[in-house]
């Protein structure tokens, strides 16, 4: 049945006859909407001389769109996406439905849309202005969502950005062109990965649209064990120093990725990071601040840290050159060029790294004693042996299914789940999660919060590099028990579900409650004065022409968290703090383990298509605010850019994965963009809201494919992320 609005029955009957509907009783008044250059505005705020095409709107049931949008494609009529430039079918967020726009026999336009247009959305801001060529679209997007249909790179920092592009455009696919770009974040984010870090992934190919992990963590040294640690007198893995350093994996997962997917061989990707470390990269202030954070650090205890990143005495700015790092990648590339043959130059490539004078360096520089944020200093326990016997490898990840989506991340040995499980709980109040011009309802942050708090304690009690019940925290009947637990209220509990008997908790965790760490109110970089780093991290996502997507959040090895190796220009990681001391639990330590981690790249299928690639850096926000994005795009109808610019928040009512594993119950971090009666709302419900500003919470990035158009997107908040296409 169509159901016309008012003034347009005739239209409704012409219609009618053309898909063999009924025409029901109207809805009420047609919303006055106008065309020009194909956008859609409103009466009240375009000149009259500006207004073109008047269209109708016809209103359908959410079940019969499908079927009869196929009809008007077997009637050879001509219609068109959306006219705000929404893909045919999906959400539109002026009406929080889907719709479709098309023209009849004798030019006119007509739209089906599936729930009726609601007059407040359309009323402007007071904030917005109508430039001569603007429009008004709903809400106010830093840069535009940009679309193409060659491909699309989206990063944390625009040189990674651009070297993507650039790659794709030389001939590479999406892996060449990650590849590329995750070496040149090791140069132009240095606060936030580098070589000695690590690189998990998320991805699909052109010729298997199966997802496939990488997974490019290392374990922790053989000589990590508990009794090690309770014999230097430590609750606690310091986040800071030599001890916490786990098996780099960031050059082999790389290779291996490159080696297996990719076209290029490894001088063409890597020749641009090479560049920019030998002849300097331009630093954002960011690195300044975050050297500035240890400088102390770095004179009195790291002197070969000061020596690279405070070469006249204070923090490096401007055009800042690695020339060791460069020399380490110039010999890596001759060992890989010593064979012959693509992929065996590759293998050969790891092997250097892994068996040869990367190893060695690393091995005799761990055997010094460095400063750590207990305050004193411990010689780590990475060998050669525990680089040489490990390898990247790949992984079947995990997913839901949520509506015509599949939600894709990586498995229980990260805290990727924890999104899994926060969008299987929200799925069941899809009705009250809600978005008017962007900005989410105050209900709707209050839900995603709860959900948060459930399933990071669920992380807390199950996840790890171990057997974990996904099968159960995922199932149907524990997700509904789950749900049942939220409540009008703001929950001060930390309640994990008894997904495989009762849920154990670490002993600790009562005394880390409030302890004053490296401020996690207002994103990254967070670094205390002994170097001690929560959750610093970069992310980037390609995709190309053919269909090849990839979602990758590399980190690790932060100048800041570890003392410089100078024969090689960069340091160890210091993944190793996410562990437990206590035996017994998931993520307790134990030699060559590897951590729970908080690294957590995403990938989407609609209807069993690869659509969408998607992250955030954060630690353990990363997956509170890649829900933000989730249901900002998919409950709230708002594209990839408008997803990203909308406002964020997080809590932090569960242990962090980072020392000294602080936690605030109760506490809502938030943008104060969601508005102060908002503000106030969740302060009811019992929330100790916490105004972190405007902008300041999450990094995301996402690229998605749809019908053959790709578009790309990034964030604005810390002003280094950028999106590039065409």
């Known amino acids: 049945m169509i159901v016309p609005s008012r003034n347009n029955r005739e239209s409704a009957e012409f219609l009618a006859n053309l898909l063999g509907l009924e025409v029901g009783e109207e809805w009420g008044p047609f919303i006055p909407v106008e065309m020009r250059n194909g956008v859609r505005l409103d009466f009240a705020t375009i000149p009259e001389e500006d207004l073109r095409l008047q269209h109708y709107c016809f209103l359908i049931p959410e079940d019969g769109f499908d079927a009869v949008f196929a009809r008007l494609v077997e009637t050879g009529v001509t219609y068109h996406a959306d006219p705000m430039g929404k893909q045919i079918g999906e959400i539109n967020h002026n009406h929080g439905g889907r719709g479709v726009y098309f023209l009849d026999?004798?030019?006119?336009?007509?739209?089906?849309?599936?729930?009726?247009?609601?007059?407040?959305?359309?009323?402007?801001?007071?904030?917005?202005?109508?430039?001569?060529?603007?429009?008004?679209?709903?809400?106010?997007?830093?840069?535009?969502?940009?679309?193409?249909?060659?491909?699309?790179?989206?990063?944390?920092?625009?040189?990674?950005?651009?070297?993507?592009?650039?790659?794709?455009?030389?001939?590479?696919?999406?892996?060449?062109?990650?590849?590329?770009?995750?070496?040149?974040?090791?140069?132009?984010?240095?606060?936030?990965?580098?070589?000695?870090?690590?690189?998990?992934?998320?991805?699909?190919?052109?010729?298997?649209?199966?997802?496939?992990?990488?997974?490019?963590?290392?374990?922790?040294?053989a000589g990590a064990t508990p009794e090690h640690f309770a014999a230097l007198g430590l609750d606690l893995i310091p986040g800071s120093g030599l001890l916490p350093a786990t098996v780099p994996g960031a050059w082999d997962g790389w290779l291996l990725l490159l080696r297996d997917y990719g076209t290029k061989p490894l001088r063409e990707v890597l020749k641009y990071a090479i560049g920019y470390a030998r002849n300097g990269v331009p630093l954002v202030s960011r690195v300044g601040d975050t050297i500035s954070a240890v400088s102390r650090l770095f004179v009195e205890h790291w002197p070969t840290s000061a020596a690279l990143w405070m070469p006249d005495g204070k923090p490096a700015s401007g055009l800042h050159r690695n020339p060791a790092l460069a020399d380490t990648w110039e010999r890596l590339l001759r060992e890989t060029e010593s064979v012959s043959g693509r992929e065996a130059q590759l293998d050969a490539g790891r092997r250097a790294w892994?068996?040869?004078?990367?190893?060695?360096?690393?091995?005799?520089?761990?055997?010094?004693?460095?400063?750590?944020?207990?305050?004193?200093?411990?010689?780590?326990?990475?060998?050669?042996?525990?680089?040489?016997?490990?390898?990247?490898?790949?992984?079947?990840?995990?997913?839901?299914?949520?509506?015509?989506?599949?939600?894709?991340?990586?498995?229980?040995?990260?805290?990727?789940?924890?999104?899994?499980q926060q969008a299987l709980l929200l799925h069941g109040f899809g009705d009250e999660l809600s978005y008017v011009d962007g900005v989410p309802s105050e209900r709707t942050v209050h839900l995603a919060t709860e959900a948060a708090k459930l399933a990071f304690a669920d992380r807390e009690a199950w996840y790890g590099d171990t057997d974990v019940p996904l099968d159960v925290l995922l199932s149907p009947s524990y997700t509904d028990a789950r749900r049942a637990l939220i409540t009008d209220t703001a929950s001060p509990s930390l309640r994990p579900g008894d997904a495989r008997g009762p849920a154990r908790l670490p002993a600790i965790l009562d005394s880390l409650q409030g302890i004053e760490a490296g401020d996690g109110a207002t994103g990254e970089p967070t670094v205390g004065p002994r170097g001690q780093t929560r959750g610093d991290t970069v992310h980037l996502d390609v995709v190309d022409a053919a269909g090849n997507l990839v979602s990758l959040t590399?980190?690790?090895?932060?100048?800041?968290?570890?003392?410089?190796?100078?024969?090689?220009?960069?340091?160890?990681?210091?993944?190793?703090?996410?562990?437990?001391?206590?035996?017994?639990?998931?993520?307790?330590?134990?030699?060559?383990?590897?951590?729970?981690?908080?690294?957590?790249?995403?990938?989407?299928?609609?209807?069993?298509?690869?659509?969408?690639?998607?992250?955030?850096?954060?630690?353990?926000?990363?997956?509170?605010?890649?829900?933000?994005?989730?249901?900002?795009?998919?409950?709230?109808?708002?594209?990839?850019?408008?997803?990203?610019?909308?406002?964020?928040?997080?809590?932090?009512?569960?242990?962090?994965?980072?020392?000294?594993?602080?936690?605030?119950?109760?506490?809502?971090?938030?943008?104060?963009?969601?508005?102060?009666?908002?503000?106030?709302?969740?302060?009811?419900?019992?929330?100790?809201?916490?105004?972190?500003?405007?902008?300041?919470?999450?990094?995301?990035?996402?690229?998605?494919?749809?019908?053959?158009?790709?578009?790309?997107?990034?964030?604005?908040?810390?002003?280094?992320?950028?999106?590039?296409?065409?």
Not at 180 to 205: D, I, K, M, R, W
Not at 371 to 395: F, I, K, M, P, V
Not at 704 to 725: D, L, V
């Open 354 to 420: 892994s068996q040869g004078f990367v190893a060695e360096a690393i091995d005799s520089f761990s055997r010094t004693a460095f400063r750590d944020d207990s305050g004193r200093d411990h010689a780590g326990l990475l060998t050669g042996e525990d680089l040489a016997s490990w390898s990247a490898s790949y992984e079947d990840p995990a997913f839901v299914d949520v509506g015509d989506w599949r939600l894709v991340k990586l498995g229980g040995w990260t805290q990727g789940p924890a999104l899994l």
């Open 554 to 726: 590399p980190s690790g090895g932060w100048l800041q968290s570890s003392p410089t190796i100078p024969s090689l220009g960069f340091c160890l990681d210091s993944r190793g703090q996410m562990f437990w001391l206590e035996q017994g639990l998931p993520n307790s330590l134990a030699p060559r383990k590897r951590p729970r981690i908080t690294l957590s790249p995403s990938l989407a299928l609609r209807d069993g298509v690869p659509t969408l690639a998607f992250g955030t850096p954060g630690g353990d926000q990363q997956d509170q605010w890649q829900l933000c994005f989730w249901l900002a795009h998919v409950y709230g109808g708002l594209n990839l850019q408008e997803s990203i610019d909308s406002p964020a928040w997080h809590t932090t009512a569960f242990p962090s994965s980072f020392y000294p594993r602080s936690w605030n119950p109760r506490e809502l971090v938030v943008e104060s963009r969601l508005g102060s009666s908002t503000l106030d709302a969740l302060r009811e419900r019992g929330h100790a809201v916490v105004d972190a500003g405007d902008w300041a919470l999450g990094r995301l990035s996402a690229v998605s494919r749809t019908g053959g158009i790709m578009r790309a997107a990034a964030n604005a908040r810390g002003m280094q992320g950028y999106a590039t296409g065409r």
């Open 105 to 221: 026999p004798g030019g006119n336009g007509m739209e089906i849309i599936t729930q009726p247009y609601e007059p407040e959305r359309k009323r402007p801001s007071s904030w917005q202005k109508f430039l001569s060529n603007a429009y008004y679209r709903g809400m106010f997007t830093t840069r535009p969502e940009l679309t193409g249909t060659f491909g699309m790179v989206a990063s944390t920092h625009w040189l990674a950005s651009a070297t993507g592009m650039a790659v794709l455009e030389d001939g590479g696919n999406a892996f060449d062109a990650a590849v590329a770009a995750g070496f040149v974040l090791q140069v132009a984010e240095p606060h936030l990965c580098g070589p000695a870090g690590q690189v998990p992934g998320l991805f699909v190919t052109a010729d298997d649209p199966t997802p496939r992990a990488l997974a490019s963590q290392g374990p922790s040294p």
